[in-house]
């Protein structure tokens, strides 16, 4: 019952990855069951070469219980590599306080390998070594692209951690013992990777949070006026009458390119570079025969006179840019108009 319960809480298409293996045999009639059943793992993205997959099983061949088979074995192999998945995914959301690694270890071996513990025994012989089953656990529960599957070195890692399951005549449970040593290392690994991911993923999005801050605050806006200065060559080249709502319309653009609504200014603080960039953009628009005719600083004179008594008035004042904008636009609107009026001679 148990054993049913587990299957389906970790289901795999077991009918079709034992359709795919009657596939490779059908192929390769030649082969022993063995070669085949390596092939079979490979193929299933299973360890990182066909050898080290054929030795493993032909060393835990002799080790399965009568009634079970190498296919057996390999496809609870392949399960064990979606119980990996699983795990991963519960690592990856889990917190532990001051990020405690002897608490990661528990929690996981308590939450997804106790159950495979007993599962997987009842694929093996009673009557194998303890380190055997420590061995199986690091196997199939290590990466799938692990580069060293040897079993000689995982048994020789193994075989001197574990401690016997007797005392003196007496036979005890070292089911936690061979957990912890067969996965503490995996585990520990997977959580540095998981801390590792955290502190890039954080220093990302403090980058990202930093540069946009600074982006914020290097946002400068200027006098745009190029409306204006395209209004002005118009008129230059074609003589054409410009009415005064395209005048109005050319100017409150320039405007709004530096003031917004809800930041507040002082004239003081952008009258010189109004209207040093209101002259330039007149000037801009000027064909080369009309910028021979006036002088940029004598712009910039009328346009100080007649901000003059504006100037007065809200010098200290802090206002709205829309407010602000209101009240500059007649004043600028009126200085182009004198301008086309008067043939730019002022």
């Known amino acids: 019952m148990e054993c049913i319960e587990f299957e389906n809480k970790y289901k795999i298409d077991k009918e079709r990855l034992i359709s795919y293996y009657n596939r490779i045999n059908r192929q390769f009639k030649d082969q022993d069951q063995l070669s085949m059943i390596a092939k079979f793992l490979f193929n299933q993205s299973i360890g990182s070469s066909y050898e080290e997959l054929y030795g493993i099983l032909l060393y835990f061949k002799d080790k399965i219980i009568i009634g079970k088979s190498l296919l057996d074995f390999a496809i609870e192999w392949i399960r064990a590599q ?198 330039e953009d007149i000037i801009c628009g000027l064909t080369d025969n009309k910028k021979n005719q006036i002088q940029k600083d004598h712009i910039e004179s009328a346009i100080s006179n007649a901000l003059m008594e504006f100037n007065k008035i809200n010098y200290d004042l802090k206002l709205d840019g829309l407010a602000l904008k209101n009240d500059l636009t007649p004043i600028l609107k009126d200085i182009v108009v004198r301008l086309i009026n008067t043939n730019l001679n002022f």
């Open 82 to 279: 979606k119980i990996r998945l699983e795990y991963k995914k519960y690592l990856i959301r889990a917190q532990y306080p001051q990020n405690n690694l002897a608490l990661a270890i528990d929690d996981c071996i308590f939450r997804f390998f106790l159950d495979i513990n007993k599962y997987l025994r009842t694929l093996m012989k009673k009557n194998i070594q303890e380190y055997n089953f420590s061995a199986l656990y690091e196997i199939f529960f290590s990466p799938y692209d692990t580069k060293n599957l040897n079993i000689e070195d995982i048994l020789l890692r193994h075989m001197h951690n574990v401690p016997t399951h007797f005392q003196g005549s007496n036979k005890i449970n070292v089911n936690i013992i061979i957990l912890r040593s067969a996965l503490s290392n995996l585990i520990v690994k997977d959580y540095e990777d998981v801390l590792f991911s955290r502190k890039e993923e954080d220093a990302m999005k403090n980058k990202q949070l930093n540069e946009n801050v600074k982006s914020k605050k290097e946002i400068i806006y200027e006098f745009n006026g190029s409306l204006l200065e395209r209004m002005i060559k118009t008129y230059c080249i074609s003589n054409k009458q410009i009415v005064p709502s395209e005048i109005e319309k050319a100017v409150s653009q320039f405007l709004s390119s530096y003031l917004r609504f809800g930041s507040f200014y002082k004239f003081a603080e952008f009258k010189d570079n109004m209207t040093k960039c209101f002259a």
